[in-house]
C-alpha cells in the first residue's frame, strides 16, 4: 500500500523553494569562489595602480615646476626652454598660470611681442582669476598692441579688464590707458568716454588729472 504523502501548506512551499534556492547559491559560490576572488582582486590592483600613477604624475609636475622656477630664480641660461617645456606638460595645472605670466613678460622685455602675445592670451583664456596676475596680462597684452600701432585693440583690451575685474585698484589705470590708445588710434569718442569716468567716478585717483588734461587737449582740436 502506498503511503500518503502530507500536503504542504503555501507556507512550507515557500520555505522550501527558499532552502533550495539558498543551496544553489551556495553550490554556484563554491564552485565560482576563484573567479570572483580573481575580479575582485583586479579591480583592487587597477585601483591601486591608478592611485599610483595619480600620485606619480602629481609629483613629476611638481618636481618639473621646482626645477623651471629654481632655474629662473638663479638666472641659469635655460631657464626659459625648463618653464616652456613645463608648460607645453603640464599647462593645464594651477601651477602653470604664474608661468605663462613669467613667460610673457621674459619675450615682452626681449621685444618678441609675438611670443610675449602668445602666452599672455593662453593666461587669459586658461585663467584670469588672479586680479594682479590678470593686470599683468591686461597691461602688458595692451602694451604689445600699441608697440605693433594697433591703438583701437589696445583700447579693447583695457576696457575687457575693467569689464572682468570691475573692482580692482588698477581699473583708473586702465581707462586712462584705454582713452590713450583710442586716441592715438583716432577714436576720439571712444577716448573722451574713458577720460570722462575717470573724472566722473574716480576723482580721487591719480589719474584724474592726466583725464582732464587730455580731455582739455581734445576740447582745442
Same mark, same amino acid.
Given at each position: 500500500?502506498?503511503?500518503?504523502?502530507?500536503?504542504?501548506t503555501?507556507?512550507?512551499?515557500?520555505?522550501? $523553494?527558499?532552502?533550495?534556492?539558498?543551496?544553489?547559491?551556495?553550490?554556484?559560490?563554491?564552485?565560482?569562489w576563484?573567479?570572483? !576572488?580573481?575580479? +575582485?582582486?583586479?579591480?583592487?590592483?587597477?585601483? $591601486?595602480?591608478?592611485?599610483?600613477?595619480?600620485?606619480?604624475?602629481?609629483?613629476?609636475e611638481?618636481?618639473?615646476?621646482?626645477?623651471a +622656477?629654481?632655474?629662473?630664480?638663479?638666472?641659469?641660461?635655460?631657464?626659459?626652454?625648463?618653464l616652456?617645456k613645463? +608648460?607645453?606638460?603640464? !599647462?593645464?595645472s594651477?601651477? %602653470?598660470?604664474?608661468?605663462?605670466?613669467?613667460? !610673457?613678460?621674459?619675450?615682452y622685455?626681449?621685444?618678441? #611681442?609675438?611670443? %610675449?602675445?602668445?602666452?599672455?592670451k593662453?593666461?587669459?583664456?586658461?585663467f584670469?582669476?588672479?586680479?594682479? #596676475?590678470?593686470?599683468n596680462?591686461?597691461?602688458a597684452?595692451?602694451?604689445?598692441?600699441?608697440? &605693433?600701432?594697433?591703438?583701437?585693440?589696445a !583700447?579693447? +583690451?583695457?576696457?575687457?579688464?575693467?569689464?572682468?575685474?570691475?573692482? $580692482?585698484?588698477?581699473v583708473?589705470k586702465?581707462y586712462?590707458? %584705454?582713452?590713450?590708445?583710442?586716441y592715438?588710434?583716432?577714436? &576720439?569718442?571712444?577716448?573722451?568716454?574713458? #577720460?570722462?569716468k575717470?573724472?566722473?567716478?574716480y576723482?580721487?585717483?591719480?589719474?584724474?588729472?592726466?583725464?582732464?588734461?587730455?580731455?582739455?587737449?581734445?576740447?582745442?582740436?
Open positions: 500500500m502506498l503511503r500518503s504523502h502530507k500536503k504542504l503555501k507556507k512550507e512551499m515557500k520555505q522550501d $523553494s527558499l532552502i533550495i534556492i539558498t543551496a544553489k547559491t551556495v553550490e554556484y559560490i563554491r564552485n565560482e576563484v573567479k570572483i !576572488g580573481s575580479i +575582485i582582486l583586479g579591480v583592487i590592483v587597477i585601483v $591601486s595602480v591608478s592611485l599610483f600613477t595619480v600620485r606619480g604624475l602629481e609629483r613629476s611638481i618636481n618639473a615646476y621646482d626645477i +622656477i629654481n632655474a629662473f630664480i638663479n638666472n641659469e641660461p635655460e631657464a626659459t626652454e625648463l616652456t613645463y +608648460i607645453n606638460s603640464h !599647462g593645464g594651477k601651477r %602653470a598660470a604664474g608661468i605663462l605670466i613669467n613667460l !610673457g613678460n621674459q619675450y622685455a626681449r621685444r618678441d #611681442y609675438d611670443s %610675449a602675445e602668445s602666452y599672455f593662453k593666461y587669459i583664456k586658461k584670469s582669476k588672479d586680479p594682479l #596676475y590678470g593686470f596680462a591686461y597691461n597684452l595692451g602694451g604689445i598692441y600699441e608697440e &605693433k600701432e594697433n591703438y583701437i585693440e !583700447g579693447k +583690451i583695457y576696457e575687457e579688464f575693467i569689464s572682468k575685474y570691475d573692482k $580692482s585698484f588698477f583708473p586702465m586712462l590707458n %584705454a582713452g590713450n590708445a583710442y592715438l588710434g583716432g577714436d &576720439k569718442d571712444s577716448a573722451i568716454r574713458n #577720460y570722462n575717470i573724472v566722473n567716478s576723482g580721487d585717483s591719480k589719474e584724474k588729472q592726466e583725464a582732464i588734461f587730455y580731455l582739455e587737449m581734445l576740447q582745442d582740436d
